[in-house]
């Protein structure tokens, strides 16, 4: 049974920065690829930023240059560095886990909230 567990959520003022965690149970957590997704009240879950098992990344557009998504497969971690945090930042943030070795698994964290002032 797969975990995940998001933390380091907060209230920062605009132009600051965070970092979320999401800590997996598990095994192999290294094939797995992983993602953060934000929702916004009244909005659509979107894709923030992914990295694969090999270490590959994608940002959204409206995030690239500003958050940095990286993973630690020995603690079966993976981190979204967030900097120059805007207003529009604000959202629930979801980790999610992703293998598809015939199956498809797709595991979700419970999310942890961010919320930015202006």
């Known amino acids: 049974q797969v975990q995940l567990v998001e933390s380091g959520g907060g209230l920062v003022q605009a132009g600051g920065s965070l970092r979320l965690s999401c800590a997996a149970s598990?095994?192999?957590?290294?094939?797995?690829?992983m993602a953060w997704y934000q929702q916004a009240p009244g909005k659509q879950r979107e894709l923030v930023a992914a990295?694969?098992?090999?270490?590959?990344?994608n940002y959204a557009d409206s995030v690239r240059g500003r958050f940095t998504i990286s993973r630690d497969d020995a603690k079966k971690t993976v981190y979204l560095q967030m900097n120059s945090l805007k207003p529009e930042d604000t959202a629930v943030y979801y980790c999610?886990?992703?293998?598809?070795?015939?199956?498809?698994?797709?595991?979700w964290g419970q999310g942890t909230q961010v919320t930015v002032s202006s």
């Open positions: 598990g095994s192999f957590f290294s094939t797995y690829d």
């Open positions: 990295i694969t098992s090999g270490g590959s990344t």
């Open positions: 999610k886990m992703t293998r598809d070795w015939g199956v498809k698994e797709d595991y």
